[in-house]
T-cell receptor, first 113, second 114 residues
Framework: DGGITQSPKYLFRKEGQNVTLSCEQNLNHDAMYWYRQDPGQGLRLIYY???????QKGDIAEGYSVSREKKESFPLTVTSAQKNPTAFYLC????????????FGDGTRLSIL | AQKITQTQPGMFVQEKEAVTLDCTYD???????LFWYKQPSSGEMIFLIY??????QNATEGRYSLNFQKARKSANLVISASQLGDSAMYFCAMRPYNTDKLIFGTGTRLQVFP
């Protein structure tokens, strides 16, 4: 089945530690996205990538980094510079310039130890 | 600034009744897309329905329909014959012109009771 796989489902970070969230898709989509969701809030865009080896900052990129070395993969690193990383992180993908919707993974819940 | 507003933090509806979830948007673009997603307590985002700004007919998908009023910049979701499984968060989102990004509202929590 085609879809988006995020791992792990739950992640705990110690102070001063970088952690990486995985996102893999087999939908052959060019565009991929990372969102952050805080309790009772909507989704805010962290980073997005429209093509391999290229990505752009979203609305809340500070303290995060990404890479896009393969079309299928768009990992997100939450760095120690992100002082409030506790949130639900959602990865999505879509075709470009299309009225087709973004498809989402099941999310990763990140907490601070 | 482009923005989505969902003014209903929470809504209650009795099973088998219809419910309308409000969404207004702010954009100066002539071409844009509007989406509704459902987020159950498990967290995944489920696409429900899409409306393009140039679509003359209101979109429908099964029990979901979109009441699109372009002049008022509103795109309300109507769920007919509510079911207990419809209890979830519902998000309205807009894709501005010439971008793949989505702008999300803050969501409405719908609770369906027997």
């Amino acid at each position: 089945d085609g879809g988006i796989t995020q791992s792990p489902k739950y992640l705990f970070r110690k102070e001063g530690q970088n952690v990486t969230l995985s996102c893999e898709q087999n939908l052959n989509h060019d565009a991929m996205y990372w969102y952050r969701q805080d309790p009772g809030q909507g989704l805010r865009l962290i980073y997005y990538s429209q093509i391999v080896n290229d990505f752009q900052k979203g609305d809340i990129a500070e303290g995060y980094s990404v890479s896009r070395e393969k079309k299928e993969s768009f990992p997100l690193t939450v760095t120690s510079a992100q002082k409030n990383p506790t949130a639900f992180y959602l990865c999505a993908s879509s075709m470009r310039y299309s009225n087709q919707p973004q498809h989402f993974g099941d999310g990763t819940r990140l907490s601070i130890l | 600034a482009q923005k989505i507003t969902q003014t209903q933090p929470g809504m209650f509806v009795q099973e088998k009744e219809a419910v309308t979830l409000d969404c207004t948007y702010d954009t100066s673009d002539q071409s844009y897309g509007l989406f509704w997603y459902k987020q159950p307590s498990s967290g995944e985002m489920i696409f429900l329905i899409y409306q393009g700004s140039y679509d003359e007919q209101n979109a429908t998908e099964g029990r979901y329909s979109l009441n699109f009023q372009k002049a008022r910049k509103s795109a309300n979701l109507v769920i007919s014959a509510s079911q207990l499984g419809d209890s979830a968060m519902y998000f309205c989102a807009m894709r501005p012109y010439n971008t793949d990004k989505l702008i999300f509202g803050t969501g409405t929590r719908l609770q369906v009771f027997p």
